[in-house]
């Protein structure tokens, strides 16, 4: 059945098939991603947005929980409604966020209904705060927030942390559903382009097949038919166009056959006629259907006076017009081939049968603009002569090679101007490409790496074998390779650095490595010379932090430095010294470990004390003492200073260092180093004298330090000796006012010599506390404040249970000048709430506190619940001499006072340091 369709008709068939299946494997994957789209889109409108949810509601659960601890310690009704406020919006935040829990939760309603529950049993024990606040009762609101509202909070926390850990589960689950649907897309996917591609190789070779093996057929017939066998039929019985031509070759030769004996008289030139019309049919029948109609190529046959007889559909395109607008026009008039004189050659190339090739851009008679590559050969067919233009368009190929002759002018530009040396390899280790400044590297030119492998340009076999198994890597791994080695040029050692690249194909597989090897030689000597210049400072900067550090000694500085000027120097030997003030001699606190180890001195001889001989100091060690300046020398036994150097059995001293550690003119010490690796320097020195002179100053100031000690000794002892009588000068008053108080009857009286007393006995405690104190600039007055509660208490014979006294202070340093003031106006508060905010024994509390605020301000308030102060009183222009004093003490610290008449009477005093 297949057979018997139009050729035309199986290609369309086989065409339609292959669409069908490329469209079943698109509408398969959109399927697949609309229900990738549905799972995110869930994950979004469920887990995800319940998640944040969750989070928020957590988050705003801890910010009311805090935000009660601030309505518990606010100060004022502004501070107490804003905390409040703050609650409410927080609240109002949660139960929406609750709401979206309800719509969007996909698990069992009673869990978020659970913790929904627990929030909403959180709003009787915040009313119950805020009455009790409302009440004054801020102690029994704080317990509560604390206790109660802590625990709630802790509760519903745990509840929030369940809807989240089964939000974050159903997203895992969304997740993995979408991993399988995923593995099962890919998997329908493969196979369906596997049976598709299987289907189309089928249809090829059936296409293939039903087209090619008639023809073979009909050519072979047709060759039987012209060596002179008529009786030759066709086994084609196809309908299409292929079994047309087949029985008509038939029916020809039945009517060769039928006409066998006319043909047989006329034998010689009907054979001659049938051979040479065989062959044209051979040749049309070719060309026509394989080479003419099948080529990509544009092909066109013009007779001698330039009419198109022929052409293919290829060549109609590329010229912009039809078949039949071809056919009507001359080819000198297709395009313009005029130019440059080609028309002329195509006329010698018909005359003189030469072939002809050009390539150009031309606008054909139809308005199709094009890159042509056209060629022009001379036919003879039928004995006439035609021309054959056959014609391709390298439009794309033109515009693919201007854009890799600019990228490799591009490519060539940057590689010869950038400092780097480029190089690039080919699959076979070859260079490929050299930039030109390679020969300031190794003295080849650039041309001469080409085609050539490390081996071949006389590299060694262990460096040619090191690089080529890199580049290999390369090109096995297509991953970047990166080496740094150092290199010996025509010039100088170097240190480089070279990346090895790849370069890919179209395809993915790399085709070449780049080489680029940067020239790190001057970064790596400055790296050097800053790491001995780092070093340097190091030391320099470890020696001046000891100027700060109370702790070191001189024995540690001395230590500290000798190890710095051995490491600096790189030098074997040396010690570090002092000069002792008090007759001159150089005593070494620190020295290397040489004696009696590689040197041969007895113990006896072994000194570390060097005393100067008549007024000099001797040797090479005292060369540089002599002359308050440092030195060195390579060559010690051509110095003057040598001759009885060092006693016998000494190491050998094969080079010297020294510089003396002065301090102005004073000399202070001396380091000196013996026995570098290498020859010592100016540099060297320079450091070294450097470090001496950080040295002199370390220990000068380390003495100054200590004398400094002793001074401050004598003085902490006398200033604490003045506080100890100003405490008992004191004490001697309050005794005084004592003895007068037992001659004194009248209430008022004594009332007045009580409380001065008790004023002068706090003044007398600051002084006290002081002298205990290792600070005689600052006194811990939380402490104080304790124990002024406590004399007043005994002094007024109150008991605490009747009247309670809650200290609430930090610890605060205050002083002097600030610390008598407070003490005075604590005195002074506290004293009156005992003698008038309780009367006739009532029972009542008094709240101290002490602390600073986030302004840095000093807070020191005194609170009752007594009696309180009336509205009608004025305490500012009170006559009496507590409230008076009160204020100029206050006024003393340069703060501000405050008094809050609310449930008893609350005086604030606010001031700064």
């Known amino acids: 059945m297949f057979r018997n369709l139009k050729i035309g008709l199986r290609l369309h068939i086989g065409f339609a098939i292959i669409l069908l299946l490329l469209i079943g494997v698109g509408l398969i994957g959109i399927d697949r991603m609309k229900f990738l789209s549905n799972i995110t889109h869930n994950m979004h409108d469920h887990p995800l947005t319940v998640s944040n949810a969750v989070l928020r509601v957590d988050v705003n659960i801890i910010k009311i929980h805090r935000a009660m601890k601030d309505v518990t310690l606010s100060t004022g009704q502004a501070d107490f409604n804003e905390a409040v406020r703050t609650v409410d919006n927080l609240e109002n935040e949660v139960y929406k966020d609750f709401e979206i829990i309800k719509e969007r939760f996909l698990g069992d309603k009673r869990m978020h209904e659970k913790a929904l529950e627990l929030f909403t049993a959180w709003k009787p024990i915040r009313d119950e705060v805020i009455s009790l606040m409302n009440s004054n009762k801020r102690n029994e609101a704080a317990a509560i927030t604390k206790g109660k509202g802590a625990k709630h909070v802790e509760k519903l926390e745990k509840s929030m942390s369940v809807l989240s850990d089964f939000a974050y589960n159903k997203a895992h689950t969304f997740l993995a559903d979408t991993d399988l649907k995923k593995k099962n897309t890919f998997l329908i996917i493969y196979t369906i382009v596997f049976l598709a591609s299987l289907i189309v190789v089928i249809l090829s070779v059936l296409l293939t097949k039903s087209i090619t093996h008639p023809l073979k057929s009909l050519i072979h017939a047709a060759n039987e038919v012209g060596k002179g066998k008529l009786d030759t039929k066709i086994p084609v019985d196809a309908a299409d166009e292929i079994g047309m031509l087949s029985a008509g ?127 022009f050969s001379p036919v003879l067919w039928q004995k006439q002569q035609y021309l054959m233009l056959m014609i391709d368009d390298i439009s794309e190929l033109k515009n693919l090679e201007k854009e890799i002759r600019s990228s490799e002018e591009k490519y060539r530009t940057l590689a010869e101007n950038l400092p780097d040396y480029i190089f690039r390899y080919d699959n076979e280790l070859r260079h490929l490409y050299a930039s030109p400044n390679v020969v300031s590297l190794s003295g080849r030119e650039a041309d001469d790496y080409t085609g050539k492998t490390h081996a071949e340009l006389g590299y060694d076999e262990k460096e040619s074998s090191f690089w080529g198994l890199k580049i290999r890597e390369v090109f096995d791994t297509g991953e970047m390779r990166e080496e740094k080695f150092y290199y010996q040029s025509s010039d100088r050692l170097r240190f480089l650095n070279r990346r090895l690249l790849p370069e890919f194909n179209d395809k993915g597989s790399v085709k070449s490595v780049i080489g680029i090897t940067r020239d790190l030689t001057d970064w790596k000597e400055m790296e050097e010379r800053l790491e001995r210049e780092l070093s340097f ?232 506390k002081l002298y205990e104190s ?83 301000r000093y807070v020191l308030s005194v609170k009752d619940n007594g009696v309180g102060i009336p509205e009608g009183v004025d305490f500012g222009a009170s ?15 340069d703060g501000s006072i405050e008094l809050n008449r609310s449930n008893g009477a609350e005086f604030t005093i606010l001031f700064r340091e």
Not at 287 to 297: A, Q, V
Not at 728 to 746: G, K, P, T, Y
Not at 779 to 792: A, K, N, Q, R, T
């Open 249 to 375: 070759f038939n029916r020809m030769t039945e009517d060769l056959m039928a006409n066998h004996q006319e043909i047989e008289s006329n034998h010689s030139e009907l054979e001659s006629r049938v051979k040479e019309r065989t062959r044209e049919l051979e040749d049309a029948l070719f060309f026509k259907d394989t080479i003419l109609e099948e080529s990509l190529i544009g092909i066109a046959i013009y007779d001698e006076s330039g009419q198109c007889t022929a052409l293919n559909e290829s060549f109609a395109k590329m010229v912009g017009a039809s078949k039949k607008q071809v056919l009507d026009q001359n080819y000198n008039t297709i395009a313009s081939w005029k130019i440059s004189g080609m028309y002329d050659q195509v006329k010698r190339a018909l005359q003189t049968d030469s072939k002809l090739r050009f390539e150009f851009s031309s606008t054909t008679t139809f308005g199709k603009q094009a890159d042509l590559l056209c060629y």
């Open 537 to 768: 400072q190091s030391a320099v900067a470890e020696v001046s932090e000891s100027l700060l550090n109370p702790d070191i000694n001189i024995d540690e500085i001395a230590n500290l430095v000798h190890k710095r000027a051995l490491t600096l120097t790189d030098s074997n030997h040396g010690y570090a010294a002092i000069c002792d003030l008090e007759n001159g001699d150089i005593v070494c606190l620190t020295m290397t470990n040489m004696m009696g180890r590689e040197c041969l001195i007895s113990e006896e001889e072994q000194k570390i004390r060097f005393p100067k001989i008549d007024g000099k100091y001797p040797g090479l060690w005292g060369h540089s003492l002599n002359a308050e300046k440092g030195f060195y020398t390579n060559s010690p036994d051509d110095h003057e200073a040598y001759k009885r150097c060092a006693p016998k059995g000494h190491i050998k001293i094969e080079r010297f260092l020294s510089a003396p550690a002065m301090s102005g003119k004073k000399l202070i010490g001396q380091i000196a180093l013996a026995n570098s690796s290498e020859d010592y320097t100016d540099k060297d020195l320079h450091r070294i004298e450097h470090l001496a002179s950080v040295f002199a100053v370390a220990i000068d100031r380390k003495r100054m330090e200590e004398e400094i000690k002793e001074s401050l000794k004598e003085k902490e002892s006398l200033l604490q000796e003045i506080h100890h009588r100003v405490k008992n000068n004191m004490q001697i008053i309050s005794a005084m006012l004592e003895l007068q108080l037992e001659n004194i009857n009248d209430e008022n009286d004594r009332a007045l010599f009580t409380d001065s007393q008790n004023r002068i006995n706090a003044m007398a405690a600051i002084h006290e």
């Open 774 to 856: 290792d600070n005689f600039a600052m006194i811990d007055f939380s402490e104080y404040i304790c124990d002024i509660v406590f004399h007043l208490y005994a002094i007024y014979g109150v008991t605490p249970s009747v009247i309670e006294c809650k200290v609430d202070v930090e610890s605060v340093y205050l002083p002097i000048d600030k610390a008598i003031p407070c003490a005075l106006i604590l005195n002074e508060l506290i004293s009156n709430s005992l003698k008038h905010a309780f009367p006739e024994k009532r029972e009542g509390k008094i709240g101290v506190n002490f602390h600073k605020d986030d302004r840095d």
């Open 879 to 893: 006559e009496t001499l507590g409230l008076t004093l009160i204020k100029t003490l206050t006024d003393q610290l």
